[in-house]
C-alpha cells in the first residue's frame, strides 16, 4: 500500500492508495511492454500497484542528468529503481530499512569475508567496460549477490550498466543515486508482493548456508515444523497480517523479525527486536554495532528490543516459558564467549606477529575464522532459533573439537618453533604466546584437556554417570 502522500508531478492526482487513472506516460509503457515482456506485464498486474494505477513511469522516471538516467521513448527513466524511489510513496518504510544492518550489506566489500572472494578464490580475470582492470568473478557472483554490488553506470547517457555489478538485487547495493539498498531483495519485482515476503523461502535467499544457516534452522525448529505442517491456514495474503489475529498457527521469520503484533506496527529494521548481535567473533549487544555503523538503533537498548520481540513470543507462549527460554538463550551466548570466543581472539592476537603477514596466508587463519565465522555463528544462530542440532553438532560441537584439536596444536606449534628464534621480537612473541597458552588452558572451562579437572568436579560427574545407569537399569 502506498503509506504516505505522492508528492512528485506524475502523482499529483493522488489519493489515499493511488492514482485516479493511469498516466499518459505510463499507459504507453504499457502498450509496448504488454508485448515485448508479457511475464513483465502479468506480474505488475497482479500487485497492487497496478490496483493503485501506479505503473512503470511512476517508478522509473528519472530527472535528466541524474547519474544512471537515459531517454527512452521520449521519457527520461532509470533502469533501477531504488530506495530513494521507492520513498516518493514508501517514505516512513524506507526509513526504517535505511537505518537498519539490511542497508548497509553492501558494505562487506571491505571485510574478511570479500578477501577471500577476491583474493584467495578469486582473481582479477573478469574483465568489464566499468573495470578495466578486473574483478574476482567469486565475489561478483558470489558476495554481491546477496549483500550488493556497487552499481555502476556506463559513460554514454544511455542507461548502461557494468554487467560486474548489474543485473544484482543484494539487500545492501549500493546505488548510483547515492542510496542503500534494494527494496526487490525481499519485494521481488514486479508484483512486489508482501505474500512473498512473510515466507521463509524468501528470506533463505541469503540466509542460508555454512556460516549463517537460518533457513536451515528454521526448517528444523519447532516454528518451522509448524509453518510447513499448516501453510495453507497461514494467510500470507492478508493485508494486515497481525500475528494471532489473522494467523495463529506458526511464525515465519518476519513474524519475529518485522511483521505487526496487536501491540507494535511493521518495522522495516529487522534488529529491532534482536538482543544480541551473533555475526561478530564475540556476540555483542545489537546497539552497540548500531552505534559502530552511525545507525539510529544505536539509541535503542537490547533489553527494549528483547521485550519487542517476547511481544511477539506471547502471542504464543505464556511469559514463563519465554524468560526461561531466554535464560537458555542468554547462557549458551554466554558459554560460546567466555570459553571459546574471548581466549580464541586474545591467542589469536598474540600470534599475530609469528604468522606471516598475509590474511589467510596461515592455516592458522583459516582455522580460527571456521570456528568463530561458521561453527560459532552456527552454535548462536541454532540456540536463538531453537534449532538444537545446529546449535550442538553442527555449533558447539564442531567449536570445541577445532579449538581443542586444531587451533590450540597449531598455537603450540607455532610458539615452540619461534622461542630459541634469533629475531628478537618474535622470540619475545612465541614466550607471550607460550604463557598465554599455558594461562589459558589452566583455567577451569580448559582443565579437562590437560588432565587438570577439578577433583570435586571431577567426582560430581563420576557421581553422575553411576545414577544414570542406576535410574535406567
Same mark, same amino acid.
Given at each position: 500500500m502506498l503509506a504516505v502522500p505522492l508528492c512528485t508531478t506524475a502523482l499529483s492526482m493522488a489519493g489515499a492508495i493511488g492514482l485516479d487513472a493511469i498516466s499518459p506516460e505510463s499507459a504507453k509503457c504499457i502498450e509496448c511492454h504488454k508485448k515485448e515482456n508479457y511475464a513483465?506485464?502479468?506480474?505488475?498486474?497482479?500487485?497492487?500497484?497496478?490496483?493503485?494505477?501506479?505503473?512503470?513511469?511512476?517508478?522509473?522516471k528519472a530527472k535528466p542528468g541524474e547519474p544512471d538516467a537515459f531517454m527512452h521513448e521520449g521519457a527520461s527513466i532509470a533502469t533501477l529503481v531504488t530506495p530513494k524511489d521507492c520513498s516518493r510513496c514508501h517514505g516512513a518504510i524506507?526509513?526504517?530499512?535505511?537505518?537498519?544492518?539490511?542497508?548497509?550489506?553492501?558494505? /562487506?566489500?571491505?571485510?574478511?569475508?570479500?578477501?577471500?572472494a577476491e583474493v584467495v578464490e578469486g582473481n582479477r580475470g573478469m574483465i568489464t567496460p566499468g573495470f578495466p582492470q578486473g574483478n574476482s568473478a567469486a565475489a561478483v557472483n558470489g558476495c554481491w549477490q546477496c549483500h550488493g554490488?556497487?552499481?555502476?553506470?556506463?559513460?554514454?547517457?544511455?542507461? %548502461?550498466?557494468?554487467?560486474?555489478?548489474?543485473?544484482?538485487?543484494? /539487500?545492501?547495493? /549500493?546505488?548510483?543515486?547515492?542510496s542503500e539498498g534494494s527494496c526487490s531483495a525481499c519485494h521481488s519485482r514486479h508484483t512486489f508482493s508482501a505474500a512473498q515476503a512473510r515466507h521463509p523461502d524468501t528470506c533463505g535467499k541469503c540466509h542460508m548456508g555454512p556460516d549463517h544457516p537460518q533457513k536451515e534452522i528454521y526448517e528444523e525448529s519447532k516454528h518451522g515444523i509448524a509453518f510447513f505442517a499448516n501453510i495453507d491456514k497461514m494467510n500470507l495474503d492478508s493485508p494486515k497480517w497481525v500475528v494471532g489475529e489473522d494467523y495463529s498457527a506458526a511464525p515465519t521469520c518476519a513474524t519475529c523479525h518485522m511483521s505487526a503484533t496487536k501491540d507494535q506496527p511493521v518495522t522495516h529494521d529487522v534488529g529491532m527486536r534482536i538482543s544480541w548481535n551473533n555475526r561478530p567473533a564475540v556476540s555483542i549487544r545489537p546497539e552497540i554495532s548500531d552505534a559502530k555503523m552511525n545507525l539510529p538503533g544505536q539509541h535503542v537498548k537490547w533489553d527494549q528490543r528483547r521485550k519487542n520481540?517476547?511481544?511477539?513470543?506471547?502471542?504464543?507462549?505464556?511469559?514463563?516459558?519465554?524468560?526461561?527460554w531466554y535464560v537458555q538463550y542468554d547462557s549458551l551466548i554466554e558459554l560460546y564467549n567466555?570459553?571459546?570466543?574471548?581466549?580464541?581472539?586474545?591467542?589469536?592476537?598474540?600470534?599475530?606477529?609469528?604468522? %606471516?603477514?598475509?590474511?589467510?596466508?596461515?592455516?592458522?587463519?583459516?582455522?580460527?575464522?571456521? /570456528?568463530?565465522?561458521?561453527?560459532?555463528r552456527r552454535a548462536r544462530h541454532g540456540a536463538?532459533?531453537?534449532?538444537?542440532?545446529?546449535?550442538?553438532?553442527?555449533?558447539?560441537?564442531?567449536?570445541?573439537?577445532?579449538?581443542?584439536?586444531?587451533?590450540?596444536?597449531?598455537?603450540?606449534?607455532?610458539?615452540?618453533?619461534?622461542?630459541?628464534?634469533?629475531?628478537?621480537?618474535?622470540?619475545?612473541?612465541?614466550?607471550?604466546?607460550?604463557?598465554?597458552l599455558a594461562?589459558?588452558?589452566?583455567?577451569?572451562?580448559?582443565?579437562?584437556?590437560?588432565?587438570?579437572?577439578?577433583?570435586?568436579? %571431577?567426582?560430581a560427574r563420576k557421581k553422575a554417570a553411576e545414577d544414570f545407569k542406576n535410574r535406567y537399569k
Open positions: 513483465l506485464y502479468q506480474q505488475w498486474g497482479a500487485s497492487k500497484h497496478y490496483r493503485g494505477n501506479v505503473g512503470c513511469y511512476e517508478c522509473h524506507v526509513k526504517e530499512f535505511m537505518g537498519s544492518h539490511h542497508a548497509k550489506a553492501g558494505r /562487506i566489500m571491505g571485510s574478511l569475508d570479500n578477501v577471500l554490488s556497487q552499481v555502476k553506470v556506463l559513460p554514454g547517457g544511455e542507461g %548502461k550498466l557494468d554487467p560486474a555489478t548489474w543485473p544484482n538485487t543484494g /539487500i545492501g547495493r /549500493i546505488n548510483p543515486d547515492g520481540m517476547k511481544n511477539v513470543c506471547s502471542n504464543c507462549h505464556s511469559g514463563k516459558w519465554v524468560d526461561n567466555e570459553k571459546f570466543a574471548k581466549p580464541g581472539l586474545a591467542l589469536y592476537a598474540a600470534a599475530k606477529p609469528l604468522l %606471516k603477514p598475509v590474511k589467510f596466508g596461515n592455516k592458522i587463519d583459516f582455522v580460527w575464522f571456521e /570456528i568463530w565465522h561458521h561453527e560459532g536463538s532459533m531453537m534449532g538444537p542440532d545446529y546449535t550442538h553438532w553442527h555449533g558447539t560441537y564442531e567449536v570445541a573439537k577445532h579449538f581443542y584439536s586444531e587451533y590450540i596444536p597449531e598455537l603450540e606449534e607455532l610458539a615452540e618453533k619461534n622461542e630459541h628464534s634469533e629475531d628478537p621480537v618474535k622470540k619475545e612473541a612465541a614466550a607471550k604466546l607460550k604463557e598465554l594461562k589459558t588452558l589452566e583455567h577451569e572451562n580448559h582443565r579437562w584437556f590437560t588432565g587438570k579437572m577439578n577433583p570435586e568436579e %571431577k567426582a
